[in-house]
């Protein structure tokens, strides 16, 4: 009999277990078909009166002053603006200078060298100068070949980075 009780008891718990859980889902349901309540109105804004009164302001002189105001800064601005055209002008015709006494001195350069050269090849002939003498002449040549073609390649770099500076019809 017993054994009986036992059985009655969990079916009992079960059946109770199960009624409080569609309990609390019936209560969760029903809880989200509730209609919101709506929003309260804001109460109306106070409004008090304003009294306009006509008064003279002086609009045209505050004008006049931000103009005069305007006018200086922009005069400051000119003159600091050809400041900085007056130095990247130098700074060109130095870079253009350079490069033209550079011209100059790879030029003798190259007349030393080509001199050199024949002094070498005499001597290679006159037997008082050997191969690899010579073959150091002729890179010596080439070497002061290439370095008048730098320097005029920088020359030409220069005239063109100076060209829109002072416009394109002048001569350099």
């Known amino acids: 009999m017993k054994l009986d009780k036992v059985k009655v008891f969990e079916k009992v718990t079960s059946v109770a277990l199960i009624s409080i859980v569609s309990l609390v889902c019936f209560t969760v349901i ?7 309540a709506p929003p ?16 003279d302001t002086p609009i045209v002189v505050e004008f006049v002053g931000q103009r005069r105001a305007q006018r200086i800064q922009a005069e400051e601005n000119l003159k600091r603006m050809e400041r900085r055209i007056t130095v990247e002008i130098d700074k060109a015709y130095r870079k253009l200078e350079q490069t033209k006494n550079l011209i ?5 350069s190259l007349t030393l060298q080509k001199e050199n050269l ?8 006159a037997g008082t100068a050997t191969e690899a003498q010579y073959a150091t002449a ?13 320097a005029i390649l920088g020359y030409s770099l220069a005239v063109a980075d100076l060209k ?6 002048a001569n350099l």
Do not use: F
């Open 30 to 36: 029903l809880s989200g078909c509730k209609k919101e």
């Open 40 to 55: 309260q109105a804001r109460p109306p804004a106070e409004v008090s009166a304003i009294k306009i009164e006509p008064k």
């Open 138 to 150: 002729i890179a010596s040549v080439k070497k002061a070949e290439y370095e008048e073609l730098q």
């Open 118 to 125: 024949r002094l070498k090849s005499d001597g290679r002939k």
């Open 104 to 108: 100059d001195v790879t030029g003798e």
């Open 164 to 169: 829109p500076i002072i416009g394109p019809n």
